[in-house]
């Protein structure tokens, strides 16, 4: 497996326990904005309508 692999990484390894020490949820920090993820994720759809066959 490769994650586990990564974790063991030394700078990977420091970031993970630097997260563990201060009682961080790496899964929390990308959803801390959620009005700005809904405006990425329309401008992504209003994108892709515009140009359908762009980064395919």
């Not at 063991?8 to 970031?15: G, S, T, Y």
């Not at 020490?21 to 790496?26: E, L, V």
Request: charged share 25%; aromatic share 8%.
């Amino acid at each position: 497996m490769a994650l586990p692999r990564i974790a063991r990484v030394p700078q990977i390894r420091a970031k993970i326990e630097h997260l563990e020490a201060h009682q961080i949820d790496p899964s929390a920090m990308y959803y801390t904005d959620l009005e700005k993820v809904e405006d990425t994720v329309q401008q992504i759809h209003d994108f892709h309508r515009e140009h359908p066959n762009a980064l395919w």
